[in-house]
């Protein structure tokens, strides 16, 4: 498959290449920084920022594409499903 864009560098503002889903936990970090955080099941989400700041979000809808830099999804605080790491 060809890539146009291969020689190109890439930037935060640049499209996710890659993606893993996530796991919440309190104690394991993700294996890559997120760019983005995509939620299919809506709920309350509590991450790690890449920071070190913990934020709770309330009430993310299903299907939300959120542009954070986070370091981990925590499982105490979080309802929120279906949640992908993209990069």
Same mark, same amino acid.
């Given at each position: 498959?060809?890539?146009?864009?291969?020689?190109?560098?890439?930037? +935060?503002?640049? /499209?996710?290449?890659?993606?893993?889903?996530?796991? /919440?936990?309190?104690?394991?970090? *993700?294996? !890559?920084?997120?760019?983005?955080?995509?939620?299919?099941?809506?709920?309350? *989400?509590?991450?790690?920022? +890449?920071?070190? !700041?913990? *934020?709770?979000?309330?009430?993310? /809808?299903?299907?939300? *594409?959120? /542009?954070?830099?986070?370091?981990?999804? +925590?499982?105490?605080?979080?309802?929120?499903?279906?949640?992908?790491? +993209?990069?």
């Amino acid at each position: 498959m060809s890539d146009r864009f291969a020689n190109t560098q890439s930037s +935060l503002s640049s /499209p996710a290449s890659s993606g893993f889903a996530v796991t /919440p936990s309190d104690a394991d970090s *993700l294996s !890559e920084t997120s760019r983005a955080l995509y939620v299919g099941i809506a709920g309350n *989400l509590s991450v790690r920022m +890449l920071s070190g !700041e913990v *934020l709770s979000l309330a009430n993310v /809808p299903a299907g939300c *594409l959120l /542009p954070l830099r986070v370091t981990a999804v +925590l499982a105490t605080g979080t309802t929120a499903g279906a949640i992908a790491a +993209l990069v």
